[in-house]
């Protein structure tokens, strides 16, 4: 992860000019004595000390506590919806690209690059105390940000007619050093790191909004205006939409676009109606949002603001709403 750089970290700068000053004259004499391009394998160090200062630098406990934990099942749709899984991909473009135009060795290049972001993984689960997370949603975006300048460098090397074509020891060599790379960090994994489940948020999409927008006014009426519309997936692999408006929030299920849970304006004076009122708009709120449910139950006490408590059970569902003798719904639960 590289949640140091979203946060301005004040050390990143000073350890980043520390690694560039190590890997930059390392670069310059490695390109002397092999006679590669000196300007693509110094832009290469530099672009290796960004990374390393990224994702390595010690920002105060974080991952599993004291335990080494990785999240697991982050599919990339849900990385790249993020901010930070963005600047993952943005991260190992120019590590692709440069090696590639230093070295020419597109196949042998991707092989390092997958085992450097694996490698930075597993590290951030076995060292809590450098605030990281290990996560393998950010391994994938850390490929594809690594295919990515892998091909802009082959492109680059096309248009500067180097040589790219792969031999036959570097196709035999690259699966070797995947391998190398590989074992050790999937024993690591299997005996040292246990499995988390993936959480977090994320920007809601065009269609994810969309839904929002038109759940706002079938809930609160034409004119409810959303203020914001999260993509959340919490710690069970449930998957949901924060929405928010100007004066309530709900969330849905995504994708079935169910209502879990909302929280309704407040009502002002005391409202006028009756039970039977209430009821009726009960009955309404089932149809729409408890599609099979029975007659609602009257639950025994009031609600929030003197409303009355509606309950439902749907198979293994329960869900209760506080209604206003007016018809109002100012709190829905479910679980």
């Given at each position: 992860m590289i949640s140091a750089v979203l946060h301005r970290s004040a050390g990143l700068?000073?350890?980043f000019l520390v690694l560039a000053l190590l890997l930059g004259p390392a670069a310059l004499l490695l390109a002397r004595s092999r006679e590669l391009p000196r300007r693509s394998l110094l832009l290469l160090a530099l672009a290796l000390a960004g990374e390393l200062t990224a994702?390595?630098?010690?920002?105060g406990r974080g991952g599993g506590g004291p335990h080494a934990i990785c999240a697991l099942g982050s599919d990339l749709d849900f990385t790249l919806a993020r901010e930070e899984g963005?600047?993952?991909?943005?991260?190992?473009?120019?590590?692709?690209?440069f090696a590639v135009l230093a070295l020419g060795r597109p196949v042998l290049v991707g092989a390092a690059l997958i085992g450097l972001t694996a490698a930075t993984e597993t590290?951030?689960?076995?060292?809590p105390d450098v605030g990281r997370a290990c996560d393998l949603g950010d391994l994938q975006a850390n490929s594809l940000g690594a295919l990515l300048g892998?091909?802009?460098g082959c492109l680059g090397r096309l248009l500067l007619r180097r040589r790219l074509r792969p031999g036959r020891r570097e196709l035999t060599a690259a699966p070797v050093l995947l391998a190398a790379l590989a074992v050790p960090v999937v024993l690591l994994h299997?005996?040292?790191i246990g499995p988390a489940p993936?959480?977090?948020?994320?920007?809601?999409?065009?269609?994810?909004?969309e839904l929002a927008a038109k759940d706002a006014e079938s809930l609160f009426g034409p004119g409810a205006k959303v203020l914001r519309t999260q993509y959340s997936r919490d710690g069970y692999g449930n998957d949901r939409l924060i929405v928010t408006t100007e004066d309530s929030s709900f969330d849905l299920d995504w994708p079935t676009g169910r209502l879990v849970g909302l929280v309704g304006p407040p009502p002002g004076p005391a409202a006028l109606g009756s039970l039977q009122q209430a009821r009726a708009a009960a009955d309404r709120f089932a149809a729409r949002w408890l599609p099979g449910a029975?007659?609602?139950e009257l639950a025994e006490g009031a609600g929030q603001y003197g409303s009355h408590r509606f309950t439902w059970t749907v198979g293994s569902t329960v869900g209760s709403a506080d209604i206003t003798a007016d018809g109002r719904v100012v709190l829905f639960q479910s679980r």
């Open positions: 700068v000073p350890t994702t390595l630098f010690p920002t963005r600047l993952n991909v943005l991260m190992y473009v120019p590590l692709g690209l590290a951030q689960a076995l060292l892998i091909a802009l299997l005996f040292a993936v959480s977090g948020t994320a920007d809601a999409t065009a269609e994810q909004r029975p007659a609602p």
